[in-house]
């Protein structure tokens, strides 16, 4: 079977700060889409998304060569976050977009996977400690060494179970 090759993320994608952008000729000429009809695109999506995700595309200007010499051309162009990239470029068709797709889906199983092992780790380590604190009262209810030890113990292994715990559920937070 041919494996598609994966896009280069970097060639196209710019970081300020926490926020990735990338810009409408960026995604086109990655993409093999002319710039005109990327923007057509981009304009139709924002009609239909709802305002809140408006953000996903800020429009702008970029300078670009005149192609009959003399001074640049401005001329429209959109700043896009990440999240408006994914929204756009899952609407392409052809080659490009298919590998770019097929990366996505194996960014978001590796995330997911990741969680997976995450989650069963804190399973595996909470089942651990809650068998430390039996055992810990199964010692401390034979002698009066182990009842003693069993008080020192408790509430180092209660407070370490709540932390696990929390963790492996953390709670829903409210807005």
């Given at each position: 079977?041919?494996?598609?090759?994966?896009?280069?993320?970097?060639?196209?994608?710019?970081?300020?700060?926490?926020?990735?952008?990338?810009?409408?000729?960026?995604?086109?000429?990655?993409?093999?889409?002319?710039?005109n009809d990327l923007l057509k695109r981009i304009r139709s999506?924002?009609?239909?998304?709802?305002?809140?995700?408006?953000?996903?595309?800020?429009?702008?200007?970029?300078?670009?060569?005149?192609?009959?010499?003399g001074a640049a051309i401005e001329s429209p162009s959109y700043?896009?976050?990440?999240?408006?990239?994914?929204?756009?470029?899952?609407?392409?068709?052809?080659?490009?977009?298919?590998?770019?797709?097929?990366?996505?889906?194996?960014?978001?199983?590796?995330?997911?996977?990741?969680?997976?092992?995450?989650?069963?780790?804190?399973?595996?380590?909470?089942?651990?400690?809650?068998?430390?604190?039996?055992?810990?009262?199964?010692?401390?209810?034979?002698?009066?060494?182990?009842?003693?030890?069993?008080?020192?113990?408790?509430?180092?292994?209660?407070?370490?179970?709540?932390?696990?715990?929390?963790?492996?559920?953390?709670?829903?937070?409210?807005?």
């Amino acid at each position: 079977m041919n494996q598609v090759p994966v896009l280069n993320f970097q060639d196209f994608i710019a970081a300020y700060g926490e926020t990735l952008t990338t810009t409408s000729q960026q995604v086109a000429a990655v993409f093999g889409k002319h710039h005109n009809d990327l923007l057509k695109r981009i304009r139709s999506l924002t009609k239909q998304i709802p305002d809140d995700r408006l953000g996903y595309f800020a429009e702008t200007v970029a300078l670009r060569e005149n192609p009959s010499g003399g001074a640049a051309i401005e001329s429209p162009s959109y700043t896009i976050t990440r999240d408006g990239f994914t929204l756009l470029a899952m609407g392409f068709t052809g080659k490009k977009a298919l590998q770019f797709k097929l990366a996505y889906i194996d960014a978001f199983n590796a995330m997911a996977a990741y969680i997976k092992n995450q989650r069963d780790g804190l399973r595996y380590r909470c089942m651990e400690k809650e068998l430390e604190c039996k055992d810990s009262a199964r010692r401390g209810s034979y002698h009066g060494k182990g009842l003693n030890q069993r008080k020192q113990e408790k509430p180092v292994l209660e407070a370490e179970l709540s932390a696990l715990l929390a963790l492996a559920q953390p709670p829903l937070q409210l807005n």
